[in-house]
């Protein structure tokens, strides 16, 4: 097919399980920006079977590395997508059509994020349809938000599209454990940072309000099994996390004293 002038940005490190099908899906635009934090594995090697430019660029959290990214792209418009996330067809029919009429372009367009879990499509507890803007003009967006949930940031007017990215963020129960002691960490140290504090009202009951919001409020129990062990995870997830910034707070104290 004809490549549509897009720059297309990735950051990877140690991705390659998943590096191959992502760039696969994003052959459309016509030029692959990878920048690759530092990986220990076949990565970059992968990448350049795409003809991808791989940049190294030691890890400077997530926001500062997909900023990064934008800032190599030669193209206005940007298409940002993570090495565990694939374009679906659907979707890449609703970019090729926007690009046939230029000049009713909006700045930006959000799409549904679509997650795959536990052998499972999952469309209920705030997981679906999950809106994340990833197509923009360079010109108009910047990567904001909190360390590690990151978020593009628009300053024009956005338009929504109905295709999906697919989204294959954990294996297994062990690599979504990983990845939320990971996550508490950064997001605990962020808060820390902008001067949030936490407290027993925090640790105790916002854990139990996330278990409420993700498995009856939005409906969580529609998925199953799947969708109560990702409520049960979110209550975790929210709880370590205040912990942790309390940790923070009580180090900082013995530190003062």
Same mark, same amino acid.
Request: with cysteine.
């Given at each position: ?60 959290? =997530?926001?500062?590395? /997909? $900023? ?5 792209? @030669?193209?206005?418009?940007?298409? +940002? *997508?993570? %090495?565990? !996330? ?80 697919? =989204?294959?963020?954990? /294996? $297994? ?5 990983? @990845?939320?002691?990971?996550?508490? +960490? *950064?997001? %605990?140290? !962020? ?67």
């Amino acid at each position: 097919m004809k490549k549509l002038p897009v720059s297309i940005a990735v950051i990877a490190q140690n991705e390659e399980l998943n590096i191959e099908d992502c760039l696969k899906s994003v052959q459309w635009g016509d030029e692959i920006i990878l920048i690759d934090g530092g990986s220990t594995d076949k990565t970059t090697e992968i990448a350049k079977k795409f003809s991808a430019t791989i940049i190294y660029n030691p890890w400077p959290g =997530h926001i500062e590395q /997909k $900023n990064f990214a934008i800032d190599q792209c @030669k193209n206005d418009w940007v298409f +940002s *997508i993570d %090495a565990d !996330e694939r374009v679906s067809p659907e979707l890449l029919n609703e970019i090729v059509s926007l690009f046939s009429e230029p000049d009713s372009l909006k700045d930006g367009y959000s799409c549904p994020r679509k997650v795959f879990y536990l052998g499972k499509w999952i469309k209920h507890g705030g997981w679906y349809p999950d809106q994340k803007i990833r197509l923009f003009k360079k010109s108009a967006g910047r990567w904001g938000g909190y360390n590690p949930h990151d978020k593009v940031i628009l300053t024009g007017a956005a338009g929504k599209l109905k295709g999906d990215i697919l =989204h294959y963020p954990y /294996k $297994n129960i062990t690599e979504h454990l990983k @990845k939320i002691n990971s996550y508490t +960490s *950064i997001m %605990a140290a !962020e808060l820390f940072k902008k001067g949030k504090r936490s407290n027993i009202f925090k640790i105790t009951f916002r854990p139990f309000f996330k278990f409420f919001r993700t498995y009856i409020f939005k409906l969580g129990l529609l998925d199953g099994f799947q969708g109560m062990i990702i409520s049960i995870l979110g209550c975790y997830y929210v709880c370590l996390k205040y912990v942790k910034l309390w940790e923070m707070q009580k180090d900082l104290h013995q530190v003062k004293d």
